[in-house]
């Protein structure tokens, strides 16, 4: 069965660093999505993606953030200068469709910030 | 009460016995999804339910969604130790596009 799948699972960064997570959404997919989840606290949504550009996005997702579809199956989120209030679990997700569809999640890359 | 609230907030149970979790929203949706997450693990995808049903049910699963009382509930029946996981609600709202927007969650653990 298909899957998203992201890299890396763990990403230990400096503070001021910058930061690339990756996904490869499930291939047939047109929508793709970011979202995190602080320990402890709900799931975020931070932006989504379609016909390669933002869709919508959230409060969070502010000039640090961005997101690129650099090829046909990567999808990327990078943090440009990053925060210890950025540590969090990232997860990518993807829909054949908009927000009417299944969202499928994948793993998530745990992020921390020293 | 926020958007996407589950009762209880967790829920200790005996293998084989059925679990009950309930979600609350504010605003008119056009679907509420159920997701389930181990413990530091990734979000599973358990059943979608549109605004325009009430019940469905997949294996174990049985969803209900009462719009008018803007509430959910996952029932699952039988359960097992590897049913032991958070399990999240999240509405997709009317006129928004694509977002999710999660609960506080439910901790279930069952045991044997």
């Known amino acids: 069965e298909p899957e998203v799948t992201q890299t890396p699972s763990h990403q230990v960064t400096q503070m001021g660093q910058e930061v690339i997570l990756r996904c490869v959404p499930i291939?047939?997919?047109?929508?793709f999505y970011w979202y995190r989840q602080i320990l402890g606290q709900k799931v975020e949504f931070l932006v989504s993606?379609?016909?390669?550009?933002?869709?919508?996005k959230s409060e969070i997702f502010d000039d640090q953030f961005s997101v690129e579809r650099p090829d046909g199956s990567n999808f990327t989120l990078k943090i440009r200068s990053t925060k210890l209030e950025d540590s969090a679990m990232y997860f990518c997700?993807?829909?054949?469709?908009?927000?009417?569809?299944?969202?499928?999640f994948g793993p998530g890359t745990r992020l921390l910030v020293l | 009460s926020q958007q996407g609230e589950e009762d209880p907030q967790a829920l200790s149970i005996q293998e084989g016995e059925n679990a009950t979790m309930n979600c609350s929203y504010k605003?008119?949706?056009?679907?509420l999804q159920w997701y389930r997450q181990n413990s530091g693990r990734g979000l599973v995808h358990l059943i979608l339910?549109?605004?325009?049903?009430r019940e469905k049910h997949s294996g174990r699963l049985r969803v209900t969604l009462d719009t008018s009382k803007k509430s959910s509930s996952l029932l699952i029946t039988a359960s097992r130790a590897a049913d032991t996981a958070s399990y999240f609600c999240?509405?997709?709202?009317?006129?928004?596009?694509?977002?999710?927007?999660f609960g506080t969650g439910t901790r279930l653990q069952v045991t044997l």
């Open positions: 605003t008119s949706i056009n679907n």
């Open positions: 339910i549109r605004s325009n049903e």
């Open positions: 993606f379609y016909n390669n550009e933002i869709s919508e």
């Open positions: 999240a509405t997709a709202l009317t006129g928004t596009a694509s977002k999710l927007t």
């Open positions: 291939s047939n997919h047109l929508y």
């Open positions: 997700a993807s829909s054949v469709g908009g927000g009417r569809e299944t969202q499928y």
